[in-house]
Nanobody, 116 residues
Framework: QVRLVESGGGLVQDGGSLRLSCAAS????????MSWYRQAPGKEREMVAR????????IFIDSVKGRFTISRDNAKRMVYLQMSRLQPEDTGVYLC?????????WGRGTQVTVSS
């Protein structure tokens, strides 16, 4: 059974930083690309960043390029999202996700709130 557990969210001021973590279990983690999504109030869920199984390729939405980085540790079955120069527009629930043969799997998310 796939399990994704996010942590590291919180309240931060405009310009601050946070590091999100996602602990994965129940599937062959090192074989799958992993993604971070966010869900802001009243907005559609959007993919923020994605990293390939080996960490060699990463993509980001334009609004976070140069501010966010994604990384993974296959030995620890962890994926991270380092967020810097946070802006109020980055506020939302951040979710870890993986696409498996059984479909898209989601964690419960961690709340990130950026105050202006």
């Amino acid at each position: 059974q796939v399990r994704l557990v996010e942590s590291g969210g919180g309240l931060v001021q405009d310009g601050g930083s946070l590091r999100l973590s996602c602990a994965a279990s129940g599937f062959a983690f090192s074989s799958y690309a992993m993604s971070w999504y966010r869900q802001a109030p009243g907005k559609e869920r959007e993919m923020v960043a994605r990293i390939t199984w080996d960490g060699d390729s990463k993509i980001f939405i334009d609004s976070v390029k140069g501010r966010f980085t994604i990384s993974r540790d296959n030995a620890k079955r962890m994926v991270y999202l380092q967020m810097s120069r946070l802006q109020p527009e980055d506020t939302g629930v951040y979710l870890c996700s993986v696409e498996t043969v059984d479909g898209t799997q989601w964690g419960r998310g961690t709340q990130v709130t950026v105050s202006s």
